[in-house]
């Protein structure tokens, strides 16, 4: 007994050894690779010092080396997961889009969005200030269609119409939601698909489904960048998406796919969800239900995504993720804020430059 338990004490020690040696590496790689970062034209200087929020996360990589064994658990529990920034990654695609609209413009092109938002709701208001404001950082003009929220679905469809038509809008953009009295599928379906850089058309829903992706809806899209930002190969992983909303959790299903993950989605009648999210190696959690994925259910160097935005009565905004007991499990893992909405806009106006380049 004794001599086993001996041979049993120089395994883990050696066990250790080898894990710790697989830190440092990482650490080494980690350290390059921000090096690299901070010489990237185009980043924020405001980001530079949290540049490894937005690039690679060996941790994720190798789950199955660094946490599935006590001692990787240990050593687990000691790290933390890189930060995805969206904020610093959503510059770097402003500061290309806006290279890209310079030559469009030399070739006689302004790429143009039509923003259209009917009625009052506070949230939506602050989103589209939001876009607005982005759009004119890419060079990207915006022309604001504001309708009270009496407006009717044939005055709506009607404008939808004239912005069809209009050769020099590249993009439309219908704010959701629509107030209660507005048919919003019948909104969404009138708008041309070639200007639909939302991506929530019928045509370019089905022609992701087809892997032949025209414009990708904008928060599946931003997704997707932050895990390549986090080097995470998605070849062969379980990826977990929990929600199945027609904006986030199908088409991101069809993404994964895509990228040759294996993809389970979840929702709200699903069953044992605690086990699924223990299983998965990428999490994209779109929910709406403040902190709802417990931080001790995440596996150990998973990619966590954390798409929700819900606010608490004290004002904070958080996502679905309990973040700091998943941050200390996560290989790489999004704030809330400053992770995936971010990206979103910048998607968006992605899509708004491809329109007017084509
Ligand atoms: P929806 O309300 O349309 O969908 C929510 C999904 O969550 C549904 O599929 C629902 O299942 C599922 N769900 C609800 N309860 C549970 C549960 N107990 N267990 C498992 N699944 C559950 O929301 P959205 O997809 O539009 O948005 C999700 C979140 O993401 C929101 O917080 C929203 O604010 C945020 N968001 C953020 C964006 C960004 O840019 N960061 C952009 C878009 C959204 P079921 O289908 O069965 O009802």
Redesign the pocket.
């Known amino acids: 007994m004794v001599q086993r338990s001996l041979r049993e004490q120089r395994q883990v020690g050696r066990e250790r050894g080898r894990i710790e040696q697989q830190r440092l590496e990482l650490d080494l790689d980690q350290h390059q690779q921000r090096l690299e970062l901070d010489q990237q034209p185009g980043l924020d200087p405001e980001h530079a010092e949290h540049s490894e929020h937005a690039e690679h996360s060996d941790h994720a990589e190798h789950p199955d080396a660094l946490g599935q064994d006590l001692v990787g658990q240990d050593l687990i529990g000691r790290m933390s997961a890189t930060i995805l920034d969206g904020k610093a990654l959503a510059n770097q695609l402003v500061g290309q889009l806006r290279e890209r609209v310079g030559e469009l413009q030399t070739k006689g092109v302004e790429p143009c969005l039509a923003v259209v938002l009917v009625g009052d709701d506070p949230a939506s208001q602050v989103y589209v200030r939001g876009k607005e404001k982005r759009a004119a950082e890419a060079g990207i003009a915006t022309r604001d269609h504001r309708l009270p929220a009496e407006t009717s679905t044939r005055d709506l469809l009607e404008l939808v119409d004239r912005l069809n038509r209009d050769p020099a809008v590249h993009g439309i953009l219908v704010q959701l939601p629509l107030p209660a009295g507005i048919d919003e599928q019948r909104i969404l379906q009138a708008v041309d698909p070639r200007k639909d850089v939302d991506g929530f058309h019928p045509d370019n829903l089905g022609l992701l489904m087809l892997g032949r992706p025209r414009f990708v809806a904008?928060?599946p899209q931003?997704c997707m960048r932050l895990i390549a930002a986090a080097g995470v190969d998605l070849t062969g992983k379980d990826a977990l998406i929990?929600?199945?909303?027609?904006?986030?959790?199908k088409p991101m299903g069809q993404l994964l796919l895509q990228a040759n993950a294996t993809v389970t989605t979840?929702?709200?009648?699903?069953r044992d969800?605690e086990a699924l999210v223990r299983r998965a190696e990428v999490v994209i959690a779109?929910?709406?239900?403040p902190e709802?994925i417990r931080g001790e259910w995440i596996r150990a160097g998973a990619c966590v995504i954390d798409?929700?935005?819900?606010r608490l009565a004290s004002g904070k905004l958080v996502g679905?993720v309990e973040f700091e007991p998943a941050k200390a499990r996560a290989g790489s893992i999004t704030p809330?804020p400053g992770?995936?909405?971010p990206?979103?806009?910048a998607c968006l106006l992605a899509n708004v430059v491809d329109a007017a380049s084509r």
């Open positions: 904008c928060t931003g929990v929600g199945r909303s027609n904006i986030v959790g979840a929702h709200s009648k699903t969800l779109a929910i709406g239900r709802f798409v929700g935005i819900n679905d809330v992770g995936v909405g990206m979103t806009i």
